[in-house]
């Protein structure tokens, strides 16, 4: 069964930092994409970030500067590494794994920026 696992959501104060993890189990991690996307309250999907096969990584605009995405294969985990948090980065963040499209997304997490 593929199973992907996100954790290390919370509440922080603008400017912190978190780091998101995403564990996945039940396919062949090192044959895939993994993606984070994020959903605002009451706002449609964002994708944020997505670390290729060979670790190649992409950003969206709202996020290259302050986000950083990695993997390790030995692991079969992903990390999202987020700093300069802003109000506006407040969503719940998925993890999803896919080449053409995303098949499969995590629960995900919830990150609160707030003072």
């Known amino acids: 069964e593929v199973q992907l696992v996100e954790s290390g959501g919370g509440l922080v104060q603008p400017g912190g930092s978190l780091r998101l993890s995403c564990s996945a189990s039940g396919f062949t991690f090192t044959t895939y994409t993994i993606h984070w996307v994020r959903q605002a309250p009451g706002k449609g999907l964002e994708w944020v970030s997505r670390?290729?096969?060979?670790?190649?990584?992409y950003y969206a605009d709202s996020v290259k500067g302050r986000f950083t995405i990695s993997r390790d294969n030995a692991k079969n985990s992903v990390w999202l590494q987020l700093n300069g948090l802003k109000t506006e980065d407040t969503a719940i963040y998925y993890c999803?794994?896919?080449?053409?499209?995303?098949?499969?997304w995590g629960k995900g997490t919830l990150v609160t920026i707030s003072s």
């Open positions: 670390v290729s096969t060979g670790s190649k990584t």
């Open positions: 999803a794994k896919g080449n053409a499209y995303l098949d499969y």
